[in-house]
Nanobody, 120 residues
Framework: QVRLVESGGGLVQAGGSLRLSCAAS????????WGWYRQAPGKQRDLVAS????????NYADFVNGRVTITKDDETSTVFLHINNLKPEDTDVYLC?????????????WGQGTQVTVTS
């Protein structure tokens, strides 16, 4: 079973920066794609950014407006989300997702999320 654990969230003032991390564990043969989503209580999850393996192609939601960078470390099976110039509307739970192939076959696993709260 593939498990994802996010970290790095917290309370930050508007204009500040955060780096969120998401580490995958388990017997993983390959991770083909990573993604970061955010979700407010009672609302749908919105994609923030994604990155694919091999070509490292990244994709960003329009609302990030160049403030976000997604990177990954294949050796440690970790993905990062760097968020600059945080705004109060960025307050959400941020969740990561990984899709790939493990000892049990194809998988798509989600983490539990990390809370980001931005104060004005």
């Amino acid at each position: 079973q593939v498990r994802l654990v996010e970290s790095g969230g917290g309370l930050v003032q508007a204009g500040g920066s955060l780096r969120l991390s998401c580490a995958a564990s388990g017997i993983i043969f390959s991770i083909n794609k990573w993604g970061w989503y955010r979700q407010a209580p009672g609302k749908q999850r919105d994609l923030v950014a994604s990155i694919t393996n091999g070509d490292d192609r990244s994709n960003y939601a329009d609302f990030v407006n160049g403030r976000v960078t997604i990177t990954k470390d294949d050796e440690t099976s970790t993905v990062f989300l760097h968020i600059n110039n945080l705004k109060p509307e960025d307050t959400d739970v941020y969740l990561c997702v990984a899709k790939g192939y493990s000892e049990t076959g194809n998988f798509a696993s989600w983490g539990q999320g990390t809370q980001v709260t931005v104060t004005s």
